[in-house]
């Protein structure tokens, strides 16, 4: 489980797009161990080897294929972050590391300190993107500013920019996504029949009696 926090970001020093990556980095390295979980622009990765100064990750055919991580190559930039500890600040949303797909950039506009960045999805992930929601953008955790039917919109303030790979990013380039798991595990509870008559159903009328709409 992560929280959306990028820790540091790591430089792809070798790959095979097919099987692994291996990311030069330096914090995240401080207390790593084989069998870690780390998130690499949002996607949850195994710890497979490390040394002083980098760490491999097996990577298989279908995350390539389903995130963006198949378009890395040696020298790019990367978003790192580390599993959340049980005794750490939960600075941003549960992110589960497990990608719902990519997006594209369609615009960049700079306003004031802040940066805009327009990204077009797919209806299967509009559907959980709400405004003032929470999504994670090759997971990093961030605010839902604005909706439309294909697109949504982020504000990014400057220490963001600073401290992950958004600042690399060009229009046309692709970002892993991941909606948040709340929104849903709740479509998944209002939408699951429940087989037996003797069971409790979650339903719109059920949240309404218990004051949740």
Same mark, same amino acid.
Request: aromatic share 6%.
């Given at each position: 489980?992560?929280?959306?926090?990028?820790?540091?970001?790591?430089?792809?020093?070798?790959?095979?797009?097919?099987?692994?990556?291996?990311?030069?980095?330096?914090? !995240?390295?401080?207390? #790593?161990?084989?069998?870690? @979980?780390? &998130? =690499?622009? %949002?996607?949850? +990765? *195994? /710890?497979?080897?490390?040394?002083?100064?980098?760490?491999?990750?097996?990577?298989?055919?279908?995350?390539?294929?389903?995130?963006?991580?198949?378009?890395?190559?040696?020298?790019?930039?990367?978003?790192?972050?580390?599993?959340?500890?049980?005794?750490?600040?939960?600075?941003?949303?549960?992110?589960?590391?497990?990608?719902?797909?990519?997006?594209?950039?369609?615009?960049?506009?700079?306003?004031?300190?802040?940066?805009?960045?327009?990204?077009?999805?797919?209806?299967? !992930?509009?559907?959980? #993107?709400?405004?003032?929601? @929470?999504? &994670? =953008?090759? %997971?990093?955790? +961030? *605010? /839902?500013?604005?909706?439309?039917?294909?697109?949504?919109?982020?504000?990014?303030?400057?220490?963001?920019?600073?401290?992950?790979?958004?600042?690399?990013?060009?229009?046309?380039?692709?970002?892993?996504?991941?909606?948040?798991?709340?929104?849903?595990?709740?479509?998944?509870?209002?939408?699951?029949?429940?087989?037996?008559?003797?069971?409790?159903?979650?339903?719109?009328?059920?949240?309404?009696?218990?004051?949740?709409?």
């Amino acid at each position: 489980m992560f929280t959306g926090i990028i820790e540091e970001i790591g430089t792809v020093r070798d790959l095979d797009g097919r099987s692994f990556l291996k990311i030069q980095a330096e914090k !995240i390295l401080s207390d #790593i161990h084989i069998g870690d @979980s780390i &998130a =690499v622009n %949002g996607v949850c +990765l *195994t /710890v497979t080897d490390f040394s002083g100064n980098s760490f491999r990750a097996d990577v298989m055919n279908e995350t390539f294929e389903r995130s963006s991580l198949g378009s890395l190559r040696r020298d790019s930039k990367v978003n790192l972050e580390r599993a959340m500890s049980a005794d750490g600040r939960f600075g941003g949303h549960i992110v589960s590391g497990h990608i719902d797909g990519t997006g594209i950039i369609k615009n960049i506009k700079n306003d004031g300190i802040a940066v805009w960045y327009k990204i077009s999805a797919s209806p299967e !992930i509009m559907r959980y #993107i709400a405004e003032k929601g @929470s999504v &994670a =953008v090759d %997971g990093i955790s +961030l *605010t /839902v500013a604005k909706v439309e039917r294909e697109n949504f919109s982020v504000s990014v303030i400057p220490h963001t920019s600073q401290q992950t790979i958004l600042s690399l990013k060009r229009l046309g380039d692709a970002v892993n996504l991941e909606n948040d798991i709340i929104a849903k595990y709740v479509e998944k509870f209002l939408t699951s029949g429940r087989e037996s008559s003797t069971e409790s159903v979650i339903d719109m009328n059920f949240l309404a009696e218990r004051g949740f709409l």
